[in-house]
């Protein structure tokens, strides 16, 4: 078998071109929608996704802003810089980038970030919503693999999800959101982590399997059952002196030999990726209409 390819690039065309009529309507009520982005320091990887950011938030039509900060900046001016932004009602979405230098608490800052302007859907108070099926702003990522599951046809429902992570930004949520009694959700779960003794075991279970562990070619074919749907939420820089700027981007499974064995499989880049800056671009227009009263 030869696996179907699953564009991320493609599902998150058809999103955004969704979300452009969307905004088109806010405008049209005078709202425009707008995120603010605060980058602390230079990270390249930080500083290649927060550029995705802007360019699809103006792509769509939306306002953004990147606030940018040196990267010794004290806890404390990130903190006021949030408070200002929560305060401004321009802006309806706010995303801190991650990681932050160490001398920062991710914690606290997540906190700080009013719950309804957390497009991100990291605070506290969303984790616990989303956790319990309520309406709210779902992580990115996540949120992009299960789109991508159903606008490709391979809906969960029913079907054994094997996540191969459990981090607040991925593993954690994408089991709050496909395990819901909800269309496009209702599957079983297994998770598996660094503590899971034989990864291969459960991987071979799944009908869907994802991978997020963020370590190169962890998921090998002999973990992949014939047929198996397979989501590569892996970004890893590996050095390549034959590319321009002296990496690649590979993901969490070995993509050339397990093509050979899934029914479908997504790429990186191409896969994930795109998906998780449209899902943000989502979650700041929804924010938008919640705000104007135009939410469902
Ligand atoms: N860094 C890597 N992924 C993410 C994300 O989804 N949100 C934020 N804020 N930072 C990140």
């Excluded at 940018?68 to 932004?85: F, M, S, Y």
């Excluded at 395990?179 to 079983?188: E, I, P, R």
């Excluded at 869907?208 to 892996?234: C, E, Q, Y």
Aim: glycine share 10%; charged share 25%; with cysteine.
């Amino acid at each position: 078998m030869t696996a179907k390819i699953i564009s991320g690039t493609e599902v998150a065309a058809q999103i955004r071109e969704e979300l452009k009529g969307r905004v088109a309507k806010l405008k049209e009520k005078g709202v425009t929608p707008a995120l603010a982005v605060v980058l602390v320091g230079e990270d390249p990887a930080s500083v290649s996704y927060v550029t995705a950011k802007a360019k699809g938030a103006e792509e769509i039509g939306m306002h953004e802003e990147t606030l940018r900060l040196p990267a010794d900046a004290a806890e404390e001016k990130v903190l006021q810089t949030v408070d200002k932004l929560n305060k401004d009602p321009k802006f309806h979405g706010i995303l801190v980038q991650l990681p932050l230098p160490k001398h920062i608490s991710t914690d606290k800052v997540i906190s700080f970030i009013s719950p309804e302007k957390d497009v991100d859907g990291f605070h506290p108070v969303n984790v616990g919503r989303a956790l319990r099926g309520e309406p709210c702003p779902l992580p990115c990522t996540p949120h992009g693999v299960q789109q991508m599951l159903v606008r490709s046809g391979y809906d969960p429902d029913g079907k054994h999800v094997v996540i191969c992570g459990r981090s607040n930004i991925v593993g954690k949520p994408l089991t709050a959101i496909l395990m819901q009694k909800k269309k496009g959700a209702n599957a079983t779960i297994t998770i598996c982590h660094t503590g899971t003794k034989d990864i291969g075991y459960y991987a071979r279970q799944a009908d869907i399997l994802v991978a997020a562990m963020g370590v190169p070619k962890a998921i090998t074919a002999d973990m992949v059952r014939d047929g198996a749907v397979v989501i590569d939420v892996g970004v890893n820089r590996v050095e390549d002196k034959t590319k321009e700027k002296g990496f690649r981007l590979v993901g969490d499974v070995d993509f050339d030999a397990i093509k050979e064995k899934a029914a479908a499989i997504t790429p990186v880049p191409g896969g994930v990726g795109p998906m998780t800056v449209t899902m943000l671009l989502m979650n700041t227009v929804e924010a938008a209409e919640r705000k104007a009263g135009l939410a469902k």
